[in-house]
């Protein structure tokens, strides 16, 4: 499967997960707030004229964002449209005329144009692992950030579901195009990425399912039900395990969550 390919079929899952997704993304909107909290005890508002959010989906981070810093031109972009759609109607639910300027617009974060304008600070929760290349991706991101700018972002991190992975005997995936980042593996690489200076925190979150029949329902509700593959081994494993009766007791989804602060160095 091509990249292209990999990143429609990204944008059709969520999608079709639009219209349920506030439903059943409890961990997405719980580490959103983290998210939100953290920016803006770090950042002043004085500091933020032009902001970029990457994967809005249908707002979670969006929403206090835009309240906190209301004098900021903001440029809110998701790869689906229709959860662009969403947010946009939550922004006209939840806010007023008196708030930042807003543009919203479909774009993939990993195309990002530094020649189309810079920001000081550029957000993104939950989005970086349905990137095909991460590294690439932020040396892009990180040409569009101003001196003395922040990119600050959430992705899930390696181990994310090793305890259902454990549970069911499900193979882990090959490195593919989805990627739960190396925590290590992130570190040496910022390390060579003078003059930015970064920060990484860990959190780990247990979400208890009733059964494995609803935490996969949870996921496809969400839109992360992407493979690379039209049956991979995970799917045939998980689908053993309901047909052989598995499913009665409760599975508890682990998530390792990274909380990363990037800010740039370089002399104004």
Not at 1 to 22: H, I, L, N, P, Q
Not at 24 to 52: F, M, N, P, S, Y
Not at 146 to 172: C, D, H, Q, S, Y
Not at 196 to 209: A, F, N, P
Request: aromatic share 8%; glycine share 8%; with cysteine.
């Amino acid at each position: 499967m091509t990249a292209a390919a990999w990143k429609e079929r990204v944008a059709a899952a969520f999608d079709r997960a639009s219209g349920e997704y506030d439903r059943h993304a409890r961990l997405q909107k719980r580490v959103a707030g983290d998210l939100a909290e953290h920016i803006t005890q770090q950042v002043d508002t004085t500091q933020v004229k032009h902001a970029l959010e990457i994967g809005c989906g249908t707002g979670f981070l969006t929403l206090p964002l835009v309240r906190h810093y209301s004098h900021t031109r903001w440029t809110i972009t998701d790869l689906s449209p229709r959860m662009l759609d969403e947010c946009r109607r939550q922004l006209q639910s939840h806010t007023t005329s008196e708030l930042a300027q807003l543009t919203l617009k479909p774009l993939d974060g990993e195309s990002v144009d530094p020649a189309r304008g810079t920001y000081d600070l550029i957000c993104s929760n939950l989005t970086l692992q349905w990137f095909t290349d991460w590294q690439s991706a932020l040396e892009r991101l990180m040409t569009c950030v101003r001196p003395g700018g922040w990119l600050m972002f959430t992705t899930l991190a390696a181990g994310t579901f090793a305890g259902v992975n454990r549970k069911f005997g499900i193979p882990e995936p090959a490195r593919g195009f989805q990627t739960y980042l190396e925590e290590q593996e992130f570190a040496r690489w910022l390390a060579t990425r003078s003059p930015w200076q970064g920060r990484v925190r860990v959190e780990e979150i247990t979400e208890v399912h009733t059964g494995l029949a609803d935490f996969l329902h949870t996921l496809k509700s969400i839109g992360a039900c992407t493979t690379m593959d039209p049956v991979p081994a995970k799917t045939s494993v998980m689908r053993s395990a309901l047909l052989g009766g598995k499913d009665d007791q409760p599975v508890e989804a682990d998530y390792r969550v990274l909380f990363i602060t990037l800010q740039n160095g370089a002399a104004t």
